[in-house]
Nanobody, 123 residues
């Protein structure tokens, strides 16, 4: 069983919105940076954005700026990805990943991953 669990993936129409969650039952996310990645069909996985253990947010993908927002709930031990104005090009499997303290846009820097959740944007 993977240490992180993503939830919230769904099929939505263009211009719709979704909120994905990333939770952990056996590890604490308190001192960890959590990043969101996605892999679209036929493409490599890409880094979207990340929230550090100090709640500093870093954006990596141009598609995420202005439309994707990351936040965390320490009590719930969860990190959220809020997406608005979704486009067909946002169709992908979305993953969260965790590493100690600092954000990174490199997959290899993250040691905890989830199985991903599917987001489909179509009319």
């Amino acid at each position: 069983q993977l240490p992180l669990v993503e939830r919230g993936g769904d099929s939505v129409q263009p211009e719709g919105s979704l909120r994905l969650s990333c939770g952990a039952s056996e590890i604490s996310l308190d001192f960890r940076a959590v990043g969101w990645f996605r892999q679209a069909p036929g493409k490599e996985r890409e880094a979207l954005l990340c929230i550090s253990s100090a709640d500093r947010i870093e954006y990596y993908a141009a598609a995420a700026k202005g439309r994707f927002f990351i936040s965390r709930d320490y009590d719930a031990n969860e990190v959220y990805l809020r997406m608005i104005d979704l486009e067909r090009e946002d169709t992908a499997r979305y993953y969260c990943a965790a590493r100690d303290y600092y954000c990174s846009d490199r997959e290899a820097d993250y040691d905890k991953w989830g199985q991903g959740t599917e987001v489909t944007v179509s009319s």
